[in-house]
């Protein structure tokens, strides 16, 4: 089943219908927007303020939700392939002493 969506219905049901990641048990086959949303206490990390429920990152895939948010992002241990793995090891680099590791020597 397709279902087409304007960007602003998108956006608005990201907001107000946010899942955890262990509560979804089925990415769709489609294309889509995605985000992440921090849920601890306001903090700040490396002068990004952080606060409770908000938006902490947003992608889009365009082959299928199940490619790239359950195979890419959370089932490899890689990092190089998931932006969203990348962005949150530079954000917490120096605060977790993370050391990055180049994908090839051109890196």
């Not at 304007?6 to 089925?26: A, C, M």
């Not at 889509?32 to 990152?57: D, M, R």
Request: aromatic residues 8%; charged residues 20%.
């Amino acid at each position: 089943m397709h279902i087409t969506m304007d960007i602003d219905s998108i956006i608005s049901d990201l907001f107000t219908s946010p899942k955890r990641v262990n509560d979804i048990h089925e990415f769709s086959d489609q294309p889509g927007i995605y985000a992440f949303f921090y849920q601890g206490k306001s903090t700040v990390v490396n002068s990004i303020t952080l606060k409770s429920n908000s938006l902490a990152y947003i992608g889009k895939t365009e082959s299928s939700q199940r490619s790239r948010d359950a195979n890419t992002h959370f089932k490899s241990g890689k990092t190089s392939s998931s932006t969203v793995r990348k962005s949150f090891g530079a954000i917490l680099r120096e605060e977790l002493v993370l050391t990055p590791i180049p994908r090839n020597d051109s890196n």
